[in-house]
């Protein structure tokens, strides 16, 4: 039987914690990392544990195009060439400067349901703003979101993830099939507007990729589709999760609510326990490119190796009472923005857009109260994250 809900995937992860916080899975071919030093040590080390599986998926022209300017899946030196190219744009300095944008559109998305008392935190308010706030900064239409959202739907969906589906083959022929025609719309409609952006260019980040030199050497059209493509998809779907988890964990904590409420300065802090608790991209994959060891295991080179961030955001050995949910946790250092070389580079923007999204929802309703029984959340296996999440509000 495969395992759907997340306090079942929480107590699979216990079971599995206690074969060893490294250990090999036959039913998923592959080597499952489960403690923090040792995910730390593998996300660490891209020379042994390698980014790029993309030997290990079934050759497809829509995946591949998809794949090639994707740096999130790529390995030194390529990925930190391509990372370069932007990383400027996301410093916490740059990025505190869409503060006011930010604002704007939170209050704006809010106002649309003012009188309604009761609205769909995820359709309304997670999902738009992030998606909005990005789409600008690649310049891209984000009136065009629904459509960006069938797309992370699809990529996302994957109902077949669990404890029983093999990892030593990312993905079969099927998947891919079924998806095919998801990524040759997405590489299509990225290609018009790259080359729009080529034409006409714009002040905006894909304007600046079509004109940056990567080692002396211009990014061609097909190369900045998975570049931008990586951006628009990362930049939203996790900050979606986190303020629908924020909300949803709030729900079930009402004294560390009224605390928020009353002091909006615990804000940053109870967001990195939200974090930390519902990490959205439980588990990472890499590679390993030879002979070597983790948590005094040996791993043979070519296998895949899971670091599973969720577990160690949850050993006990760097966690008192990892399972507590506590707003004053200090220090807390969970690995949801990953570690190294490709540790998260839209980190400051996600907290940005959460801690102005939820100060403005505490500013103006005094309750806020999740429907539970109609709450929907994707396949933990995927990611922690509702899709549906009904709330009803009375103004502050
Ligand atoms: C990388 C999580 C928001 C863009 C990553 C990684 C994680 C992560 C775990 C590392 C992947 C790996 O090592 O294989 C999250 C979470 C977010 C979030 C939990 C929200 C709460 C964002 C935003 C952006 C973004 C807002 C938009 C700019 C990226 C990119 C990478 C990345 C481009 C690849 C970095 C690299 O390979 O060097 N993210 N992310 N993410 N994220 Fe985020």
New binding site residues.
Partial sequence: MTTRTLPDLFTWLEDARRTGVVHYDERQRAWLVLGHPEVTAV?GDPQRFS?DLGDLLPRQDDLELFRRGN??Q?DPPR?DTL?RL?SRA?TPRVVAGLAPRITTVTGELLDEVADAGRFDLIDDLAYPL?VIV?AELLGIPAADRTVFRRWADALFERPQAGPDEPLARMMDDDAVRTIAPVLREMNEYLLRHVRARRAAPGDDLTSGLVHAEADGERLDDEEIIGFVG??LL???I??T??LGNTVATLDRHPDAAARLRADPGLLPDAIEEV?RLR???PR?ARRATTDTTVGGMTVPAGDVVVAW?AAANRDPRVFADPARFDIGRSPNPH?????????????P???L??RIAMELLLRRYRTITVDTGAAVFRNPWVMLAPTKLPVAVTPA
């Fill in positions: 996300l980014s740096f999130v790529l990925h990372r932007v996301f992030p990005i990586l951006l990362a930049g939203h996790t900050t999760a986190t974090l990490t959205p991209f990472l961030l690995l949801t923005f990953g570690h190294g070389i490709h540790f998260c580079i839209g980190a923007l996600a907290r857009e959460a």
